[in-house]
C-alpha cells in the first residue's frame, strides 16, 4: 500500500528517541544497529530494519534500548510477533515484527511523480511525501520506505530510490495530513513507465462525504528497474584479489625496545602486542591474496647509515621491493627492523596512506582491493594531511585498519573512523567510510588468554571490510567475473547419470 502525507514542519509534541537493538553475551554486550529518530510523536513506527543470523541451537540474547530497556531470546522475539505484542511497563510498549528473509538478492530502483493533489496547507499548496507498506502474510501492512519530502507543490517529482526486493515485497509517522492512498504490487510495478502504472490517490473519509469527489490527485511511476545485488564472495570467486600492506610505528614513545616496559619489546615466551595485531588480522587477509607476498612499512624511525628520518622505509630493508613472504616473513622483517633503526617520530600517517594509494589507483577496474594496516601507539602528528590522504582514498578500491596500542588516548583516531560523522578535508567529504579504528587494549583478555584476544581484535577490525569493498564496487558499476568451473583433477570424469 502506498500512502500520500503531507508535511507540516516542526511542531513538537516530544523529543525523539532511537532505538537501539544489542546482541547480548554472557560477558559483553555489542551494538549492532540503531534506528532513525522520529521527532514528533509518542507513537513511532520505524523504517530502519536490521538482519540477523538465527540458530535454532543457540540461546542468542536481544537488548532493545529505547527510552527504558529490557532483554530478550531472539526466539521470543517469534512468541511476540505471534501474540502481536510485547508487555511494557507504564512508559510504553515496544512491537517487534520478525519474518524469515528469502535468498532474493534483487534490489528494485524506481520513481513517482503525482499530479493535481489536494491542497493542504492554508497559505501555500501541500509539502507532500509518500510512505510505502509492504503487505505481510498475516493481512497486516509494515512501513519499508518513504520519500523525501518536496516543498510547496501540487504535482511533486520524487528522487529515485532503491529497495531491496524482499522489503518490497515478502511508520515514521511525522505531524502531517493525510492526502490519500492507493495500492499496487510489485508485479504492477515491474512492467515500467505504462499507463498500468497511473495510480487514482484515494482518501476514503473524503469520498464519503462528497458526492462528486473523483481523487485527490493521482501518482505516476516514472521509471522501474531491478538489479541483482552481487556479495564480496561473488567478487573473490571472479578472482578478486586482497592485497594487504602493514605499516608499523616506530616512533620512541613506544620506549626503549631492550626493555620489557617498551610496546616493541621482543619477549621470548610471547608476542608483544604489535606482533599479536599484524598477526590476529593478516592471518585472515592472507587467505585472499593468492601469492601470500605483502609490503611491510615503517614509519617514524631514524634509518642506518645517515640517520635520516623516513615515515615511509620497507622493513627488509629493500626499496625496491617491500614485498615479505607471507605473516611470518612481515613478522621476521619487523624483528630485524627493530635491530637496525632508531626510534624517533613524530607519528604520521599520510606517506603509508599514499604510499597504498598509489598502487589502487594503478589499479581501479575491480581485480584487486587494497587494505591498509597501521598499528600505532600515539596521537597522530599529521591530521590534516592524513586526512586529506584518507578522502583522497575513498575514491580507490582501498580501506584503511587502524589499530592502537598501549595506553595512549586515542580521541583524534575516532574522528578518522568517521562512522558518526564522515570525514572532510579542504570542504570535501569522503566518497565512502573507508576506514576502522579500534584499540587493541579493548579485545585483551582478561584471563591472559592472547589467543582469544586475537580473534576478538581480528573479528572486530575486519567486519567492515566488505561492505567497504562492496561499496567501491557499486560506485563504480563493477560486476564480478563469472567464477571459473570447479577444478577437475586430470583424468577424473564426472559420470552422469540420467533417470
Request: hydrophobic residues 35%.
Amino acid at each position: 500500500m502506498w500512502e500520500m502525507g503531507e508535511d507540516q514542519g516542526s511542531r513538537k509534541h516530544t523529543t525523539g528517541f532511537p532505538c537501539t537493538a544489542t546482541a547480548c553475551e554472557s560477558v559483553s554486550i555489542n551494538q549492532f544497529g540503531r534506528t532513525e529518530v522520529i521527532d514528533n510523536t509518542l507513537n513511532p513506527d520505524f523504517v530502519r530494519k536490521y538482519i540477523l543470523d538465527y540458530f535454532f541451537e543457540e540461546k542468542q540474547n536481544l537488548r532493545f534500548d529505547f527510552l527504558s530497556s529490557f532483554q530478550l531470546c531472539k526466539s521470543f522475539i517469534i512468541f511476540c510477533v505471534l501474540h502481536r505484542g510485547i508487555p511494557g511497563k507504564k512508559c510504553g510498549t515496544i512491537i517487534l515484527s520478525a519474518e524469515e528473509l528469502s535468498n532474493c538478492r534483487d534490489s528494485a530502483t524506481m520513481q513517482f511523480c503525482a499530479n493535481k493533489l489536494d491542497k493542504k496547507d492554508f497559505f501555500g499548496k501541500s509539502d507532500p511525501f509518500m510512505v510505502f507498506y509492504r503487505s505481510n502474510e498475516d493481512g497486516t501492512f509494515t512501513i519499508c520506505h518513504k520519500t523525501e519530502v518536496v516543498k510547496n507543490t501540487l504535482n511533486p517529482v520524487w528522487q529515485p530510490f532503491t529497495i531491496p526486493v524482499r522489503a518490497l515485497c515478502n511508520g515514521d509517522y511525522d505531524s502531517h495530513d493525510f492526502i490519500g492512498d492507493f495500492t499496487t504490487s510489485y508485479r504492477e510495478l515491474a512492467r515500467g513507465q505504462s499507463q498500468f502504472n497511473v495510480y487514482e490517490v484515494i482518501n476514503t473519509k473524503k469520498k464519503m462525504k462528497k458526492k462528486k469527489y473523483v481523487n485527490s490527485g493521482t501518482v505516476t511511476l516514472l521509471s522501474f528497474s531491478v538489479e541483482s545485488e552481487f556479495t564480496f564472495l561473488d567478487y573473490i570467486k571472479g578472482g578478486t584479489q586482497i592485497n594487504f600492506t602493514v605499516a608499523i610505528d616506530f616512533t620512541a614513545s613506544n620506549g626503549n625496545p631492550s626493555q620489557s616496559t617498551s610496546l616493541h619489546y621482543m619477549n621470548p615466551y610471547q608476542l608483544n602486542a604489535y606482533a599479536m595485531a599484524l598477526k590476529a588480522v593478516g592471518e585472515i587477509i592472507q587467505d585472499y591474496d593468492s601469492d601470500k607476498m605483502f609490503p611491510a612499512l615503517g614509519f617514524g624511525a631514524k634509518l642506518p647509515p645517515d640517520g635520516r628520518v623516513s615515515h615511509e622505509f620497507p622493513l627488509n630493508g629493500n626499496m625496491e621491493n617491500p614485498y615479505c613472504n607471507g605473516i611470518e616473513g612481515i613478522l621476521e622483517a619487523y624483528h630485524q627492523s627493530l635491530k637496525t633503526v632508531q626510534l624517533y617520530g613524530p607519528t604520521n600517517f599520510a606517506p603509508v596512506v599514499n604510499h597504498v594509494a598509489r598502487y589502487a589507483a594503478a589499479v581501479q577496474d575491480g581485480s584487486q582491493y587494497f587494505v591498509l594496516l597501521i598499528i600505532t601507539d600515539g596521537v597522530i602528528s599529521d591530521m590534516a594531511q592524513t586526512k586529506e590522504a584518507i578522502v583522497n582514498g575513498a575514491k580507490l578500491p582501498m580501506s584503511i585498519i587502524i589499530v592502537g596500542v598501549g595506553q595512549a588516548e586515542f580521541d583524534a583516531m575516532v574522528e578518522l573512523d568517521g562512522d558518526d560523522i564522515r570525514i572532510s578535508s579542504r570542504g570535501k567529504l569522503a566518497e565512502r567510510d573507508i576506514v576502522q579504528f579500534v584499540p587493541f587494549r579493548d579485545y585483551m583478555d582478561r584471563t591472559g588468554n592472547h589467543v582469544l584476544s586475537m580473534a576478538r581484535l581480528a573479528k572486530d577490525v575486519l567486519a567492515e571490510i566488505p561492505d567497504q569493498f562492496i561499496s567501491y564496487m557499486k560506485s563504480r558499476g563493477i560486476k564480478p567475473n563469472p567464477a571459473p568451473p570447479p577444478y577437475t583433477p586430470p583424468g577424473h570424469q564426472h559420470h552422469h547419470t540420467q533417470i
